[in-house]
T-cell receptor
């Protein structure tokens, strides 16, 4: 089992540029989560999907952030335009059940640096 | 909003010793989970304990849950240098939004 796959692993970009992070959940999993981790704020849930439908996006910081899940095996998190304060590690996680409460399997993360 | 808070924030022990980390939370929960994060890596699920359970074991890990005190503890016995990592508790609240809320973690260092 390949686990949750994220790309890219590292991204360095300049302020104002568009950033797209990608995630492939574990096959057969029904929930997908996007988190952001920083030293100051810890691990924050940005948005999660059940069966490809966004359920809770209350953690999305502002309109610059958007997430899509066009099918069960792919999701993107887009930041447009990016700002230095978006610098963080972004994790994708998936869960077997269509619930945000059960065991989650995390990807290796994308380390984003916005200059 | 932060639900679970780990204590201590950092813990340093010698190999072979036991490590105990605590998690306190504020509202009623459906379950509580512990995760480990090695430096520069994603989180790895360790154990899930449901609100009607009091204790669970997995290898060298022992988790207890006291719903009356709204607290949980994670015990790692006979620690190894490879246990060096950050440990997070995550709570799934009863009712309301179905999601996990993570604490800020305990950074454990096991010295060889």
């Amino acid at each position: 089992d390949a686990g949750v796959i994220q790309s890219p692993r590292h991204e360095v970009t300049e302020m104002g540029q568009e950033v797209t992070l990608r995630c492939k959940p574990i096959s057969g999993h029904n929930s997908l989560f996007w988190y952001r981790q920083t030293m100051m704020r810890g691990l924050e849930l940005l948005i999660y999907f059940n069966n490809n439908v966004p359920i809770d996006d209350s953690g999305m910081p502002e309109d610059r952030f958007s997430a899509k899940m066009p099918n069960a095996s792919f999701s993107t998190l887009k930041i447009q335009p990016s700002e230095p304060r978006d610098s963080a590690v972004y994790f994708c996680a998936s869960s077997l059940l269509a619930s945000g409460r059960e065991t989650q399997y995390f990807g290796p993360g994308t380390r984003l640096l916005v200059l | 909003s932060q639900q679970g808070e780990e204590d201590p924030q950092a813990l340093s022990i010698q190999e072979g010793e036991n490590a105990t980390m605590n998690c306190s939370y504020k509202t009623s929960i459906n379950n509580l989970q512990w995760y480990r994060q090695n430096s520069g890596r994603g989180l790895v699920h360790l154990i899930l304990i449901r609100s009607n359970e009091r204790e669970k074991h997995s290898g060298r890990l022992r988790v207890t849950l006291d719903t009356s005190k709204k607290s949980s503890s994670l015990l790692i016995t006979a620690s190894r240098a490879a246990d060096t990592a950050s440990y997070f508790c995550a709570t799934a609240t009863q009712g309301g939004s179905e999601k996990l809320v993570f604490g800020k973690g305990t950074k454990l260092t096991v010295n060889p």
